[in-house]
Nanobody, 120 residues
Framework: QVQLVESGGGLVQAGGSLRLSCAAS????????MGWFRQAPGKEREFVAA????????AYADSVKGRFTISRDNAKNTVYLQMNILKPEDTAVYYC?????????????WGQGTQVTVSS
């Protein structure tokens, strides 16, 4: 098992940047693929980005491609989401997730989420 705790959310103006962090507990973090998801009010949770356990391969939703970057530091048991050129439509609760399979949905383990609010 792995426990996940997100941080770094907050209020930012459109065009600004934020970096989210997700700290994982457990010695097996480096064997999990990691993902970021988000859920806006009244909407379903959606895939944002994913990274393989090695960090060599990443995937992004079309809506964030070129603006967001996912990365990980296995020595620190942490995965990051660098968000640039933020838009009001990026406002959501952001969740990190872990799974043994590299995919865009149905992850096994989830954090509690961190709120990101982008003002226009």
């Amino acid at each position: 098992q792995v426990q996940l705790v997100e941080s770094g959310g907050g209020l930012v103006q459109a065009g600004g940047s934020l970096r989210l962090s997700c700290a994982a507990s457990g010695r097996s973090f480096s064997s999990y693929h990691m993902g970021w998801f988000r859920q806006a009010p009244g909407k379903e949770r959606e895939f944002v980005a994913a990274i393989t356990y090695t960090g060599f391969t990443t995937a992004y939703a079309d809506s964030v491609k070129g603006r967001f970057t996912i990365s990980r530091d296995n020595a620190k048991n942490t995965v990051y989401l660098q968000m640039n050129i933020l838009k009001p439509e990026d406002t959501a609760v952001y969740y990190c997730a872990a799974d043994r399979i590299f995919k865009r949905s149905d992850y096994a383990y989830w954090g509690q989420g961190t709120q990101v609010t982008v003002s226009s």
